[in-house]
C-alpha cells in the first residue's frame, strides 16, 4: 500500500500550512518500457484546471534544472498542475486511483494546502503551475535522492493501471469543484472555521483568562483524539493528523479547535502577550474564504 502524503506547515503563532494544484482531460499515456501500468489522467477541464501527464507539451517545463537521473522512473507517475482559471487556487486534492492484478483498487490522495497566508499570489495563481507527485523529493525538484522513490517505483510497478485525477480544488473566492471522492473540501473548511474561530476567541478574552479559555476550547477535540487514537494525546500537532484523517467536517473541526487552542497555549507559555497581539494582526488583516460548492445557487 502507498502511504498518503500531505503537504502541511508549521504553526507560527497558530496556523495550518497547505497548498494548491489543477488539471485536465483523460489522457492515455505511454509509460517507461517494461512491465509498467497503462498511466491516464484526468482534471476539471471544465473549471480550466488541467493536469498535464509526462508526454504532455509543458510538462517539463515546471522542472528547474538539476534533477536527479533516477527521478524519471517517477515521471510516468507524476502529473503538472496548471491554472487556466482567472483565479488562484488555494487548496487542492490528487487522488491515485492504482488498480491491482485482482482487480482491487488502492487510492493515495495528495492533498494540498496552505492557509497561514491568503494573500494573493502565495499559493497557485492564473497561468502558473505545480509538480504533483507522491514523491515530495521530486516534488521539490529532486535534486537530492529519497530512498522511498525506490519503493514508489516498485509500488507503481504491480498495478494493471493507474489513474491519477484531480479530486477536488477550492479558489480563492472560497468555491470549490471537484467530484472530492476523498472528502477533502470539508475537512480544508474545518481548518479555516476553526482558526479563525479560536483566534477570535482568543484575542477576545481577557488576558488573565486566556490559557483557561484554550484549555476548554481544546478539550472536546482532546476527547475525540484521545478516542480516535485510542491513547494518549502527545504534542498538539497529533490533532493535525488525526483531524486529516477524521471523517466528517464535524470530527475535523473539533480536532482543528483543539490543534489551534493547542498551540496558542504553548505559544504563550513561552512568549506571552505578543502571541496575542500577534492574532490580532492576523484577524485584521486576513480574510477568511466561505469555503463552498461553486454551483451552490443553481
Known amino acids: 500500500m502507498f502511504r498518503i502524503v500531505e503537504r502541511t506547515g508549521g504553526f507560527r503563532i497558530a496556523f495550518r500550512a497547505l497548498t494548491m494544484f489543477a488539471v485536465l482531460g483523460t489522457i492515455g499515456i505511454s509509460t517507461m518500457s517494461g512491465n509498467q501500468p497503462l498511466v491516464t489522467v484526468t482534471g476539471l477541464e471544465s473549471e480550466k484546471l488541467l493536469l498535464l501527464s509526462a508526454s504532455s507539451p509543458g510538462f517539463?517545463?515546471?522542472f528547474q534544472p538539476g534533477r536527479l537521473e533516477g527521478y524519471d522512473r517517477l515521471l510516468p507517475f507524476t502529473v503538472v498542475i496548471k491554472n487556466e482559471s482567472d483565479q488562484e487556487i488555494i487548496a487542492y486534492s490528487v487522488v491515485w486511483n492504482c488498480r491491482n492484478l485482482d482487480g482491487s483498487v488502492d487510492?493515495?490522495?495528495r492533498s494540498v494546502f496552505d492557509f497561514s497566508d491568503l494573500r494573493p499570489g502565495t499559493h497557485l495563481p492564473?497561468?502558473?503551475?505545480?509538480?504533483?507527485?507522491?514523491?515530495?523529493?521530486l516534488e521539490a525538484g529532486g535534486r537530492?535522492?529519497?530512498?522511498?522513490a525506490d519503493k514508489l517505483i516498485a509500488l507503481y510497478a504491480k498495478?494493471?493501471?493507474?489513474?491519477?485525477?484531480?479530486?477536488?480544488?477550492?479558489?480563492a473566492d472560497g468555491s470549490s469543484v471537484g467530484p472530492d471522492t476523498s472528502h477533502w473540501i470539508p475537512r480544508w473548511r474545518a481548518w479555516i472555521d476553526a482558526e479563525k474561530e479560536v483566534f477570535t476567541?482568543?484575542?477576545?478574552?481577557v488576558p488573565s483568562e486566556t490559557i483557561s479559555i484554550m484549555h476548554r476550547i481544546a478539550e472536546p477535540g482532546s476527547v475525540l483524539a484521545r478516542r480516535l487514537s485510542s491513547g494518549e494525546l502527545g504534542h498538539f500537532t497529533a490533532f493535525a493528523v488525526l483531524a486529516d484523517r477524521s471523517g466528517s467536517y464535524a470530527e475535523c473541526l473539533e480536532l482543528a479547535r483543539g490543534y489551534f487552542a493547542s498551540a496558542i497555549i504553548e505559544e504563550i507559555e513561552h512568549g506571552g502577550l505578543p502571541t496575542i497581539e500577534n492574532l490580532r494582526s492576523i484577524l485584521r488583516s486576513k480574510v477568511y474564504p466561505d469555503v463552498h460548492s461553486k454551483y451552490r445557487e443553481r
Open 60 to 62: 517539463e517545463l515546471a
Open 107 to 109: 487510492k493515495p490522495v
Open 126 to 137: 492564473p497561468r502558473s503551475t505545480q509538480i504533483v507527485s507522491i514523491s515530495t523529493s
Open 144 to 148: 537530492a535522492w529519497d530512498p522511498y
Open 159 to 171: 498495478y494493471q493501471d493507474i489513474h491519477i485525477a484531480l479530486d477536488a480544488a477550492v479558489f
Open 201 to 205: 476567541e482568543a484575542t477576545q478574552s
